[in-house]
């Protein structure tokens, strides 16, 4: 079955500091991939997804992911964080029959200014 | 309202009460789900309509009982819960089941005395 790894559980940054959150996923077939956000006090909200062509997707807020299908990973990056980058981040992939989402554990972000 | 709404935002029951979970979304989408969110656990999958009929229960136990009438509406039907059944329970919506992105309402804080 498919299955999500987010092997940061916690991680803690300045302002201004460059963001890499590792996701990993394990089933090999064709999958579609999606960070989602949830800030404090919010609804999740999709910050970026891929289906196909590029594996360097853009999203919101100035956040990117890379897919590389032969790492099987969707890595979340950003250049520099902001104090407001401080939320829940998950990572999501598709099942192997394509009918529903997995989400991985999530990873807390905090930035302090 | 836009989005996907959520009634009611907060709820406390005992273990004898039954109660109703309740969701709405205003996106035109086909497909709708339940989710639960624990502290420290991934977004747990529960169920998944597309076009109103059930395409996925991932193994939830009989307390929980789902009911979509229309495309717009879910509901999560909970009776003789247990206090381990206390979480955030999100509804989410998308175009069709699975690959598509999801849309997530802000959930009902669940809390079984």
């Known amino acids: 079955a498919q299955s999500v790894s987010q092997h940061n559980h916690h991680v803690i940054l300045s302002e201004a500091a460059s963001l890499e959150l590792g996701c990993n996923y394990s089933y090999g077939g064709t999958v579609n991939l999606f960070w989602y956000v949830q800030y404090p006090g919010q609804h999740l909200q999709l910050l970026l997804k891929y289906f196909s062509g590029d594996p360097l997707v853009k999203g919101i807020k100035g956040f990117e992911a890379e897919f590389i299908k032969s790492k099987f990973s969707f890595n979340l990056r950003k250049p520099s964080v902001q104090w407001s980058d401080t939320a829940e981040y998950f990572c999501?992939?598709?099942?192997?029959?394509?009918?529903?989402?997995?989400f991985g554990k999530g990873t807390t972000l905090s930035v302090s200014s | 309202e836009t989005g996907v709404t959520q009634t009611p935002r907060h709820l406390v029951m005992g273990m004898t009460n039954k109660k109703s979970l309740k969701c709405e979304q205003h996106?035109?989408?086909?497909?709708m789900y339940w989710y639960k969110q624990s502290a420290k656990k991934p977004l747990e999958l529960m169920f998944v309509y597309n076009f109103k009929e059930q395409t996925e229960n991932n193994s939830v136990p009989s307390r929980f009982s789902p009911e979509c009438p229309n495309s717009s509406h879910l509901f999560l039907h909970l009776h003789t819960l247990q206090p381990e059944d206390s979480a955030l329970y999100l509804c989410a919506s998308s175009q069709g089941a699975g690959t598509y992105e999801q849309y997530f309402g802000p959930g009902t804080r669940l809390t079984v005395t």
């Open positions: 996106l035109g989408h086909n497909a």
């Open positions: 999501a992939v598709t099942n192997q029959a394509g009918t529903a989402l997995i």
